[in-house]
């Protein structure tokens, strides 16, 4: 479980409501229950209830099980779609190991006026929790394509999946050091975001294979090369 | 849209009620206008609509715009999970281009007695029809572990993730030929299915990066790493 608190030797950790309810009511456990905890810096803690009522609790810290695992400094910026499936890319980028994920409003973007940024970071941190994390990647607020590549610092390279290359065979860059992965709404990117792209030296277009893919499937296939050729995977 | 009858040259397409009403009634096409037919064995045609009404219609093939494009002889075999992410990993499949899916049950799978093969059918074709694809993967019936390998083709080899690697980096084999990619539930295999798999000489277990993955999430990136290795993407 997430706490927004200090985790070590002799931490006590109050909980909230939500978690007291969660733990007590839901998961039914008692004082002197096992809880691992994680505060995305200090790893992963195993705890003991030291007190537990159904509105309050207190847990104290007991050994470090885990150490702080970072990600990469892989960055997911991808175009919101479907409530759904943003959702859904926001859970496969904290599983995968992305640093921060970061909303982008593109030309043919449907759906970013629903863009929540605090449920974003809610279904980052739950995605962390279910697959035992240490780490909760930051959700940004919703950015513009153009004032986002106009203050683009380019010592962090962009992959971006380029639909126009779906015939093109898949090269993988293998540098080292800072990247983004950009995946674009249903339809792509413009003609004019594209050459707006392909015009940056830092940036690198790959083809996903001789199928369209969907938004959410090339975010996850993205990320799986991108982890596999130069990140933590090898 | 996918149609069960031959597409080429002459050839005229009576619709079923459904798909009358969807292409009538909710995309408001009338006499004339344009659709892409697929059947999974023609390729893709553009037909004209001949006659529509509420109930029926009839389009008459014009032209392939697209040729048959088969995946490569990859078999996704995968233990059930819940319902929607079940509904998940048939559509990614059909999308990331396997050539068949295989519902498993293995000895933590949950979700087996809930499987409809018919409805994954059913996932498949409209993930096809999605991404413009020409080829419908068959959603094999619901089998069990410890059968499906007693008759296993050795022809056929078997990439497994596996859990218990979390730690192990990922060396990916390069073997052409007939494959399938087997992905437990959560939980992952049993200690006792881990060995049946690691005797078996045609089967490479690989590891997923330092994360643990939910079955869905696997599933994809086990997908994508195949494609870029042995399959039809480099």
Redesign the interface.
């Known amino acids: 479980m997430y706490v927004d608190h200090p985790l070590g030797p002799q931490e006590r950790v109050a909980l909230s409501r939500e978690q007291a309810h969660y733990l007590f009511g839901v998961m039914r456990l008692d004082v002197g229950a096992d809880v691992s905890l994680f505060n995305g810096r200090d790893g992963e803690w195993r705890a003991l209830v030291a007190a537990a009522s159904k509105k309050s609790g207190v847990l104290d810290c007991v050994v470090q099980t885990k150490p702080l ?1 970072m990600p990469p400094d892989l960055w997911l910026v991808f175009a919101p779609i479907k409530k759904d499936r943003t959702s ?1 890319i926001v859970e ?1 980028a904290a ?3 992305a640093a921060r994920i970061v909303p982008l409003q593109t030309e043919y973007t449907q759906s970013a006026n629903r863009v929540r940024q605090d449920r974003l970071q809610a279904h980052a941190l739950e995605a962390a929790e ?4 240490t780490y909760v990647p930051e959700v940004a607020e919703l950015q513009k394509f153009a004032k986002m590549l106009d203050t683009w610092n380019p010592t962090r390279r962009i992959l971006f999946c380029d639909e126009a290359m779906v015939d093109k ?4 860059p293998t540098n080292a050091g800072p990247w983004a992965i950009l995946i674009g709404p249903e339809g792509g990117f413009s003609d004019k975001e594209r050459d707006r792209l392909n015009s940056m030296l830092c940036a690198h277009a790959i ?8 938004a959410d ?1 090339a975010a ?2 993205a990320m ?2 991108w ?2 050729a130069m ?4």
């Open positions: 695992q859904f496969k599983e995968l190991g279910q697959c035992g994390g065979p898949l090269i993988l083809s996903l294979g001789p199928r369209i893919l969907r499937t996850v296939a799986t090369l982890q596999q990140g933590d995977w090898t």
